[in-house]
């Protein structure tokens, strides 16, 4: 089970999501049974406060409330997770169909921090 602290910064991501109006929102405010009929733009003119983000994180961790979430993670036992060695990654290759190359270049450089490499050409199409 992820600790209190996993949680908090879930509660934050959904918190910079709303403020960067990042229509994914939507989905994760219509899991609250008051929000379900809202569209992803009345999700993002809410007043979001840390409160109902929160409240957002328990439900979707299967808790009524934030305050029973905490209380089911105060009982967890907090074991270490043990590495799998046989699981490992040794080379990726992502592959991301955008319609707009130079801005979706900019925005993972800008905003992600990646490296763009395009040494290796384009694959063929």
């Known amino acids: 089970m992820p600790t ?9 991501l959904l918190l910079r999501w709303h403020r960067e109006e990042n ?8 899991r609250l049974e ?11 003119a809410l007043n979001f406060p840390l409160t109902l983000a929160q409240e957002i994180i328990a439900v979707e961790a299967g808790h009524q409330t934030w305050a029973e979430l905490k209380a089911a ?15 490992f990654l040794k080379k990726i290759t992502p592959i991301l169909f955008v ?27």
């Open 4 to 12: 209190l602290e996993t949680y908090r910064k879930q509660a934050k």
């Open 23 to 30: 229509y994914s929102i939507g989905e994760h405010v219509r």
């Open 34 to 44: 008051r929000y379900q009929s809202l569209t992803d733009r009345e999700a993002l």
């Open 73 to 87: 993670t105060a009982e967890s036992p907090k074991t270490p997770r043990v590495p799998d060695e046989r699981l």
């Open 99 to 125: 319609k707009d190359v130079t801005a979706s270049a900019t925005f993972f450089q800008q905003k992600l921090g990646f490296e763009i490499d395009f040494l290796h050409g384009l694959p063929p199409f």
